[in-house]
């Protein structure tokens, strides 16, 4: 990842190769409440947090919203967010998805990141730009330090969607990025490009281009990679974007 020489930084995309799943599951799905057996999404979270050489995986209660969570100890509840913001070594962060962009920032001298789950509920309602401001609240963190990820979603050709999307995401990004974020052919259905639209969001806020860095691919076209609600419908098992630091 692009991210692996910043010091102390463990961060990891798992896909859903090398997990304890089922069908329809299999096999490295990490989500819990999508009907999996509970057995094999502990077993699966306990090898994803010991490959990175943590005790244990902490995610939140994605609500599609724009709401941040400070995660402070290794374990604890779960919070109702979209966003986990981590500046303490020991504690192991995770995003899920199954088509919905996950993305992280770093500043790496501050020791403070953030992951992100943005679909388009929270792409509209600000969900990249709140991600950013919490970042850079905190103590030492400078704009100009930041590296930015967008890891995995699914791609524009492949995410149609209805008039209502386009018109809640139009207003978030500057109309000369329009192009690039949607494409509404006459008497068709419209299509948004999600990782576009939150790369669009952070250079409006404030990043450089080369701050920000994307791995490509698509979840939809990729079922031996990702899983997929788009293209298997439900149930579907999730993937994760993990990070967390280590102690210097």
């Known amino acids: ?56 995986l902490r995610t939140v209660r994605q609500v599609h919203g724009a709401r941040l969570a400070r995660l402070k100890a ?33 500043e790496p001298r501050a020791r403070v990141l953030v992951l992100v789950h943005a679909g388009w509920r929270g792409l509209a309602q600000g969900i990249g730009t709140a991600a950013l401001r919490a970042l850079l609240a905190a103590p ?19 995410y149609e969607t209805g008039p209502e999307v386009v018109d809640a995401l139009a207003p978030t990004v500057p109309g000369a990025a329009h192009a690039a974020c949607f494409a509404v052919p006459p008497g068709g259905r419209a299509h948004v490009d999600l990782r576009a639209v939150l790369t669009a969001q952070w250079l409006a806020a404030g990043l450089d281009a080369a701050q920000v860095h ?21 149930p579907s098992g999730r993937h ?7 102690a210097p």
């Open 240 to 246: 994760a974007l993990v990070a967390g630091w280590q």
């Open 74 to 106: 290794p374990a604890g509840r779960a919070p109702p967010a979209d966003a986990i913001l981590l500046d303490r070594p020991g504690v192991l962060g995770a995003v899920l998805g199954a088509d919905c962009t996950l993305a992280l920032l770093v």
């Open 214 to 234: 994307g791995l490509g691919g698509c979840t939809r076209e990729e079922p031996a990679r990702w899983f997929s609600h788009r293209r298997d419908g439900s």
């Open 1 to 56: 990842m692009p991210l692996a020489a910043v010091p102390g930084l463990r961060a990891a995309l798992t896909t859903r190769a090398g997990g304890a799943s089922r069908p329809p599951f299999e096999a490295l799905n990490l989500g819990r409440s999508v009907g999996d057996a509970p057995g094999a999404v502990a077993a699966n979270r306990r090898a994803v947090a010991r490959a990175l050489g943590f005790g244990a």
């Open 140 to 158: 030492g963190a400078r704009r100009a330090r930041v590296r930015a990820l967008i890891a995995s979603g699914i791609c524009g050709a492949c």
